[in-house]
């Protein structure tokens, strides 16, 4: 049986049938509350779930990139850095960073390595960096997980997110990722 997740804007977007939710006021800066009133009607969504979802990307991922020290760059200010690298050194940045950094985010955010919370650190980082769009999905019957990303960062942006995703599955899981990459795209497969 295998089970297809779409990126999860769409679980972020559509709330949960079984979670529960409270009623809250604010006091809002008038100014604020008309862009965001443009913003949901932009998107086609409610003020409400608008405002869930400003929330929850404070809660998961922006409190704890904060306390990391994690800072934005445009793709095409980290393209060119790639780009100005050779290979070896590509590969080198990529696997230097993911074996620390993300055993450090996932130890502090979930307090331990398995499956899930890799997978889950995995949908945060593409989600949230900029790194791509991606899909994903787990087959149960042999408990292999894969992640097919798309991006605009090139050539060696399919090797540095591959050397990372890599290095991230094998530093965590103790397990060997197979992939395919292209100028565009990247598909990486483990078992749980």
């Not at 949901?40 to 929330?55: G, M, P, R």
């Not at 949230?128 to 997980?145: A, F, L, P, Q, V």
């Amino acid at each position: 049986m295998k089970i297809k997740y779409k990126d999860d804007i769409t679980k972020s977007i559509i709330p949960e049938k079984n979670k529960k939710s409270s009623t809250i006021s604010f006091r809002i800066d008038e100014d604020y509350l008309k862009e965001l009133r443009e913003e949901a009607q932009e998107k086609k969504v409610s003020l409400n779930t608008l405002a869930n979802q400003i929330f929850g990307e404070y809660v998961e991922w922006q409190r704890y990139a904060e306390r990391f020290g994690i800072i934005a760059m445009s793709k095409d200010a980290f393209k060119y850095i790639l780009d100005s690298l050779d290979d070896k050194k590509v590969i080198e940045l990529a696997t230097t960073i993911g074996q620390k950094a993300p055993k450090e985010f996932i130890l502090f955010k979930w307090k331990n390595f398995d499956s899930k919370n890799i997978v889950d650190f995995i949908k945060m980082y593409l989600e949230h960096c900029g790194y791509g769009r991606y899909d994903y999905s787990k087959d149960t019957e042999n408990s292999n997980y894969s992640f097919s990303i798309h991006h605009d960062l090139g050539k060696k942006g399919s090797l540095f997110l591959k050397s990372f995703l890599e290095t991230l599955v094998k530093s965590t899981l103790q397990k060997d990722c197979q992939s395919i990459t292209t100028e565009s795209s990247l598909a990486i497969f483990f078992k749980e």
